[in-house]
């Protein structure tokens, strides 16, 4: 049997009320030229027995970890697919999304390692609330925090992945965007588009509805900027730092628009 087209890797943690809906969303796609990892590193909430009642569906680990990013590496270490998609246990994937992404990898001919999406921003009962879109790579937006790709509703080619060596397992607040930055400083290509692919759930307990490592994640903005620029952030950079904010509004007003009708995302529940 040849390896499948995607690897997904969920990593889980105390998030129960949420779980059993992320792992039904992908279990209910059309397309199934899949495998599906959950890592559980401890959960107490009763997660662990919603996951092993998927038992022989998925492919399950309660092996210790580090932290989220440390999970998922220790996932994706177990993958065979050909392209990696993360999916935090309280969002989900639409129900096309694995068939979409197949078509376009395929219509695109596999040029691009990193293939993002859109999604729609749901709360804590699943309601939408509106949508957000992924932002076109730029190193030097990235550099200043203003490039976001929306991580639920992006895969990853397996070999991209495996050459950065994964996840920094010790960015506790922004592991996927270090991701997304590793790859383009390794130069991968990436490839964007406006159809939503996953929900990304925002709630108190989040990390983004929350907004409670915001102090940690500026701190983790100022050493990407260093590992990106090779300079320290100053004064200067925080002036620049309103030019390319206002850069990336005008580079994406789909998702600008949102923002204006929707209000923000970060810290909304906080």
């Given at each position: 049997m040849g390896s499948p087209f995607f690897s997904i890797a969920t990593i889980s943690f105390n998030q129960?009320?949420?779980l059993g809906p992320a792992i039904e969303s992908v279990l209910g796609q059309d397309f199934h030229d899949y495998e599906y990892i959950v890592q559980d590193p401890g959960s107490t909430d009763g997660?662990?027995?919603i996951i092993s009642s998927y038992s022989s569906r998925i492919s399950a680990s309660f092996e210790p970890d580090q932290g989220p990013a440390d999970g998922l590496n220790?996932?994706?270490?177990r993958a065979k697919g050909k392209y990696f998609l993360f999916l935090n246990s309280d969002d989900m994937l639409m129900p096309d999304s694995l068939a979409k992404l197949y078509k376009w990898i395929n219509s695109d001919d596999h040029r691009h390692h990193v293939y993002s999406g859109a999604c729609s921003v749901i709360d804590t009962r699943g309601r939408h609330l509106r949508y957000a879109y992924s932002d076109a790579?730029?190193?030097m937006m990235a550099a200043y925090?203003?490039?976001i790709l929306i991580q639920p509703s992006s895969a990853i080619s397996a070999m991209a992945f495996r050459a950065v060596d994964g996840f920094n397992a010790?960015?506790?607040s922004n592991w996927d965007g270090e991701?997304?930055?590793d790859l383009a400083l390794n130069g991968c290509q990436f490839a964007r588009s406006c159809h939503a692919l996953s929900c990304y759930r925002v709630h108190a307990a989040s990390i983004t509805g929350?907004?409670?490592?915001y102090a940690q994640q500026a701190e983790e903005r100022r050493r990407l900027f260093t590992k990106i620029t090779s300079k320290s952030y100053n004064e200067r950079s925080r002036i620049l730092a309103d030019f390319y904010w206002l850069k990336r509004k005008l580079a994406n007003p789909l998702d600008t628009i949102e923002r204006l009708l929707g209000g923000p995302i970060y810290g909304s529940c906080g």
């Open positions: 129960a009320p949420f997660s662990r027995e220790k996932a994706f270490s790579m730029n190193l925090g203003q490039c010790l960015n506790r991701l997304f930055i929350s907004g409670s490592l």
